[in-house]
């Protein structure tokens, strides 16, 4: 009986190991449970730290496109800007440049340009072959030898002066060239020698006249008259007045008009009031006698 009372309960020793299985079990469970997460956190951590160099590199490629358009919008729009305006460029007859152009230069007064008509008598030193007259078509242009076509109105003399000479200077060395406009005038009226002459604009009205001769002595030179298109035009010339400081153009007729009777014939209207006189103080010596 006592043996059989002491020896262990094989019932309880099952319940026990059980009890420590279960027990092992579930700490066992826990840890997996915990390893589990813990590499599921790590796994977050490495996928967010893989994707940051790509948002990273998606980010500077926004940025780069975004300077790319900046940069294509400004690029458009300075191709798209109309180019500095170009005047008085020379163009040879073939249709080639021949010297870079320059920004027209509008003269504050419009008496101090070339007009279609005028004449530009050019002048350069050691090379009278390419000196001479050259006239201005209707087009505004002049030929020139060697350079060709140059468009010279609406610019200054001197600009077409420093045209020139830069344009020359392609061909000869050091140029130097004096260019002198000359006004296709028409004068008319009480001259001597009536007809069209190339008037130097530092001339005065006078010395115009005097390309024609002079006026006659019936001509007064105190009432000139500027005619242009046919009709008298509304200002007031002086015979001592140079002409690049009058209205005159290439085509006007500069006219002078003729002294009146009286002035011209002063002679007569002195001997017909001197008779005139001897008869009324006659009349009157007669009158009185009587």
């Known amino acids: ?113 070339l007009y279609p008509g005028d004449i530009v008598r050019l002048k350069i030193w050691r090379e009278p072959d390419l000196s001479g007259d050259y006239d201005v078509n209707v087009h505004g242009e002049a030929v020139f030898p060697k350079i060709g076509t140059v468009h010279v109105t609406d610019m200054t003399i001197d600009s077409l002066q420093r045209l020139l000479v830069a344009t020359y200077g392609q061909y000869l060395r050091d140029p130097a060239i004096e260019i002198t406009p000359l006004r296709r005038v028409t004068v008319l009226g009480a001259v001597k020698n009536p007809g069209l002459y190339p008037v130097d604009p530092t001339m005065s009205l006078s ?47 500069l006219f002078v008009p003729e002294r009146s009777w009286i002035s011209r014939n002063g002679y007569i209207v002195g001997a017909l009031i001197g008779a005139a006189a001897i008869v009324g103080t006659t009349l009157l010596t007669l009158n009185h006698g009587f």
Not at 15 to 40: D, E, K, L
Not at 218 to 241: F, P, W
């Open 207 to 253: 010395d115009a006249l005097a390309l024609a001769g002079g006026a006659t002595p019936d001509g007064n030179q105190k009432s000139l008259e500027l005619i242009r298109n046919g009709k008298k035009q509304n200002v007031v010339l002086a015979a001592n007045q140079p002409v690049n400081q009058t209205e005159i153009r290439s085509g006007d007729e």
């Open 1 to 113: 009986m006592s043996n059989k009372s002491s020896s262990p309960n094989m019932c309880d020793v099952g319940s026990s190991r059980r009890r420590q299985n279960v027990s092992a079990f579930g700490c066992g469970g826990h840890s997996h449970a915990n390893s589990t997460h813990i590499r599921s956190e790590s796994d977050k951590v490495t996928g967010h730290t893989r994707r940051l160099p790509i948002a990273v590199a998606l980010c500077a490629a926004g940025m780069l496109a975004t300077v790319g358009c900046a940069s294509s919008h400004g690029a458009a729009k300075s191709a798209a800007a109309p180019p500095a305006p170009v005047a008085a460029t020379p163009v040879a007859a073939s249709g080639s440049t021949a010297a870079p152009g320059q920004v027209a230069q509008r003269p504050s007064d419009p008496r101090d340009v």
